[in-house]
């Protein structure tokens, strides 16, 4: 059982050297416990930081490429080097890797095939009020987006089997911690919440840079993530609503028609009508080329799947 810790890294030659030195050595339950880190088009020494700090693996991006494709990179090379869990974390020692036994704990007993590490929102000191009631209604919206019970949706502190990891595929450029989440309700994987602790603020946050650019991009994301893993009701809800609205003007008319004799001064609203009942339609229609669409998109993913998966069986 070979557990791997991925970090990914952009200018981190600071941090790194403190969080590197935090990681147990040793995890009851794994037989070697590894260290991959991902190099984000850092500009600094990250690199050469950590090879001189004993780290075997590093792999990365010329050009920095955002967190999500980082994240993403670092699951497909420890699928490669034959991983059975990976656990994430973040280069600034947010996260106390002390507790890094209990955060693959539910994988090891069969509990869970995603674990995410839910932080003590209400008591961290640097972040400020306005973020702690963001992260907590930003979590609430996840978790009844994808179904899940996912107590801190932007935890970056997470463990995957294997088989979880070997499913994953992230399509936004700027943060994979929500998409993950969303994905595993829609794939129905066990993914649950156990409590983490964290350390003392290193630097600033470099996801959050400001609360309302983060608010827009979160949305955005959730946007993106509901069409594409859910195109089919997305675009049939659109449909409808247009559809309804265009029935609702249309019953306006005919009321004034038949009732008030005030049809003629109301052919704006026939004209409307018909534009909106037309364009449901449309979006109607576009739902289900979306929905074929989806379904390609699963079987391509499932045969993504299957060769990650199989990749460890033909190195054994």
């Known amino acids: 059982m070979r ?3 991925q970090i990914p890294c ?4 600071a941090s790194l050297p403190i969080s590197l030195a935090a990681l147990p050595k040793s995890v009851p339950g794994v037989d070697s416990v590894e260290v991959l880190v991902i190099n984000d088009g850092s500009r600094d020494r990250t690199v050469e930081v950590a090879r001189a700090l004993g780290v075997k693996h590093v792999v990365g991006f010329a050009q ?3 967190l999500a494709r980082a994240f993403m990179l670092g699951i497909r090379s420890c699928l490669e080097l034959g991983a059975d869990i990976i656990v994430n974390t973040d280069a600034d ?3 106390n890797a002390e507790d890094i036994p209990n955060l693959i704990a539910p994988i090891l007993e069969g509990r869970a095939e995603i674990v995410v590490g839910a932080r003590p929102i209400g008591t961290i000191e640097h972040f400020s009020p306005i973020k702690k009631l963001l992260q907590k209604l930003g979590s609430s919206v996840v978790k009844r987006v994808s179904g899940t019970t996912v107590a801190d949706a932007p935890s970056g ?7 979880a990891a070997a499913s994953l595929n992230v399509f936004s450029a700027y943060t994979y911690t929500l998409e993950t989440i969303i994905q595993a309700g829609q794939k129905n994987m066990s993914i649950v919440s156990v409590p983490i602790r964290v350390n003392g603020d290193l630097r600033p946050s470099r996801l959050v840079r400001s609360i309302s650019s983060y608010v827009r991009r979160s949305i955005m994301t959730m946007l993106r993530i509901g069409i594409i893993y859910r195109p089919f009701q997305f675009f049939m809800t659109l449909a409808s ?3 309804l609205a265009g029935i609702v003007l249309g019953a306006r008319f005919l009321y004034y028609y038949l009732f008030l004799h005030g049809g003629p001064g109301h052919v704006q609203s026939v004209i409307l009508a018909a534009v909106l009942m037309i364009f449901g339609f449309q979006t109607g ?3 289900f080329i979306a929905d074929l669409l989806s379904v390609n998109r699963r079987l391509l993913e499932e045969l993504l799947e299957a060769k990650r998966v199989s990749r460890k069986k033909g190195n054994e």
């Not at 502190?157 to 088989?163: I, K, V």
């Open 157 to 163: 502190f997470r463990a995957f089997s294997r088989e």
């Open 10 to 13: 952009h200018n981190e030659e």
């Open 64 to 66: 920095n490429q955002g």
């Open 3 to 5: 557990l791997f810790i």
């Open 285 to 287: 229609l576009l739902a």
């Open 241 to 243: 609503t247009l559809f």
């Open 93 to 95: 020692n947010q996260y």
